[in-house]
């Protein structure tokens, strides 16, 4: 059972205009949002996080949004750039099966086209 | 570089060897996780450790041991694996357990 879903599993975007990935969840205990970048050969680097007491956050040309009765996320990027190319992670804090501990989604994998 | 160092990168080993992962980090972090990545999969969460204790183990099969000597370093002992293990091993590291964790290039195993 996934808790933490991301649909799209790749995504092209023009140089430039807004990059929007999204992330569904089903836990009501989630309660601390992540977004993880990954490059080839590298191992996932921490982008921007979320608490669930707010319904955005913004970092430079990053901008989580939390809607917390729809259970979905999105991270915004504005404007994408080529090196923004990676595999996008979503990831959830929250008490699952009686423990806190931090459930990953499958990745979307970003082109931006120059 | 994110201040997480993984040993070795790659690493092929017989389903009869016996190998270990290694993980550093000295960014001041207490918690400690490994990670498997698997294609098409989600990051699986394999083992925590906050402030040098085993904190979860989320059904990891046996053959897979992790140790923590002190809060800097990590281990994955490895014996008698399968080639399903085949995949991408991260450990990562985090101020607090559950966290922004800083993850480590990963080594990836290849079980013949």
């Known amino acids: 059972d996934q808790q933490v879903k991301q649909n799209s599993p790749s995504l092209s975007v023009q140089e430039g205009r807004i990059s929007i990935l999204n992330c569904d969840y089903t836990n009501s205990m989630f309660d601390y949002f992540l977004w993880y970048k990954k490059y080839p050969a590298e191992g996932p680097t921490f982008l921007i996080s979320i608490s669930s007491i707010k319904d955005k956050n913004e970092d430079g040309r990053f901008t989580v949004f939390l809607n917390k009765s729809a259970k979905h996320l999105s991270l915004h990027i504005v404007p994408s750039q080529p090196g923004d190319s990676a595999v996008y992670f979503c990831a959830a804090s929250g008490q699952t099966g009686g423990y806190q501990k931090v459930t990953f989604g499958t990745g979307t994998k970003l082109q931006v086209i120059p | ?112």
């Open chain 2, 1 to 112: 570089e994110t201040g997480v160092t993984q040993t070795p990168r790659h690493l092929v080993m017989g389903m009869t060897n016996k190998k270990s992962l290694k993980c550093e980090q000295h960014l001041g972090h207490n918690a400690m996780y490994w990670y498997k990545q698997s294609a098409k999969k989600p990051l699986e969460l394999m083992f925590v450790y906050n402030f040098k204790e085993q904190t979860e183990n989320n059904s990891v099969p046996s053959r897979f041991s992790p140790e923590c000597p002190n809060s800097s370093h990590l281990f994955l002992h490895l014996h008698t694996l399968q080639p399903e293990d085949s995949a991408l091993y991260l450990c990562a590291s985090s101020r607090q357990a559950h966290t922004e964790a800083f993850f480590g290039q990963g080594t990836r195993l290849t079980v013949v």
